[in-house]
T-cell receptor, first 115, second 109 residues
């Protein structure tokens, strides 16, 4: 158990819909990262937040957005869903955003299926 | 795109050492080498990291060549539970991880 929690574990929804994935980082961790893992693209970095502020952006579509709240939990919002958005979405956390953070701890993931 | 290259798959006999190679020829001076593994759709798990020196922890050993262009992860006594995809990543602490294809290690009885 990494200490990172993600809800829900599974999500099935239809094209065009909007969903919200939730992540609670390990106690004391200030950085949250979101990754997407699909069969054809592998593990891809989406976005990073540090203490409530966006720190880095990767291959995140405009239909996707995220935020980190004052209690440090984070939400990833996916809208206008397409079949190709079906994937495993992982959240990870680390202590900070500098050399204090060699390790990222990953949650169990949310499996999203768009039908 | 990932900056490291790894063999796509390897086999290892249970109880033997598993040696997983990685090339990171474009690594810069302040970038670390990280190893993570992913067991069948679970979240990736941190294994070890290093800068220049060889490193060892309870899970594995990391051998980095003197020119830092390649490294080897060593699992000293592989078990069936070590069957996973192993990712070698170079980068800076606190930053995003760029995953490549990794090496699928199959530990066989």
């Amino acid at each position: 158990d990494s200490g990172v929690t993600q809800t829900p574990k599974h999500l099935i929804t239809a094209t065009g819909q909007r969903v919200t994935l939730r992540c609670s980082p390990r106690s004391g961790d200030l950085s949250v990262y979101w990754y997407q893992q699909s069969l054809d693209q592998g593990l891809q970095f989406l976005i990073q937040y540090y203490n409530g502020e966006e720190r880095a952006k990767g291959n995140i579509l405009e239909r996707f957005s995220a935020q980190q709240f004052p209690d440090l939990h984070s939400e990833l919002n996916l809208s206008s869903l397409e079949l190709g958005d079906s994937a495993l979405y992982f959240c990870a956390s680390s202590v900070g955003s500098d050399y204090s953070s060699y390790e990222q701890y990953f949650g169990p993931g949310t499996r999203l299926t768009v039908t | 795109d990932a900056k490291t290259t790894q063999p796509p798959s390897m086999d290892c006999a249970e109880g033997r050492a598993a040696n997983l190679p990685c090339n990171h020829s474009t690594i810069s001076g302040n970038e670390y080498v990280y190893w993570y593994r992913q067991i069948h759709s679970q979240g990736p798990q941190y294994i070890i990291h290093g800068l220049k020196n060889n490193e060892t922890n309870e899970m594995a050993s990391l051998i980095i060549t003197e020119d830092r262009k390649s490294s080897t992860l060593i699992l000293p006594h592989a078990t069936l539970r070590d069957t996973a995809v192993y990712y070698c990543i170079d980068g800076n602490a606190g930053n995003m991880l760029t995953f490549g294809g990794g090496t699928r290690l199959m530990v066989k009885p």
